[in-house]
């Protein structure tokens, strides 16, 4: 497995924004699907976002029109502008790249909290 990093998790209020990246490699181009995914302390891990190879986008509905996935693949970078962050989105948050070996980072915390 190629590995994935995860950056930009922190706290922050409900209403507040943040800015994840994910730092892929050659081997895992962005230019591929990518997805991101998050997991909240005592529930399964859940998907949120998709970006396809034409640059069509995919987002769960807990998180449509507030989430923004897009990438750079000059720079093979992955993003995730969150916006109006509830504290329900508090999560590790992980990028994954399922093709060629399907590489998963080791996730950012994101805690929403007054």
């Known amino acids: 497995q190629v590995p994935l990093v995860e950056s930009g998790g922190d706290l922050v209020q409900p209403g507040g924004s943040l800015r994840l990246s994910c730092e892929a490699s050659?081997?895992?181009?962005?230019?591929?699907?990518m997805k991101w995914y998050r997991q909240a302390p005592g529930k399964e891990r859940e998907w949120v976002a998709t970006?396809?190879?034409?640059?069509?986008?995919l987002y769960a509905d807990s998180v449509k029109g507030r989430f923004t996935i897009s990438r750079d693949n000059a720079k093979n970078t992955l993003f995730l502008q969150m916006n109006n962050l509830k504290p329900e989105d508090t999560a590790v948050y992980y990028c994954?790249?399922?093709?060629?070996?399907?590489?998963w980072g080791q996730g950012t915390q994101v805690t929403v909290s007054s």
């Open positions: 970006v396809l190879n034409d640059g069509r986008t």
């Open positions: 050659r081997r895992n181009p962005v230019s591929r699907p």
């Open positions: 994954n790249a399922p093709f060629p070996y399907n590489a």
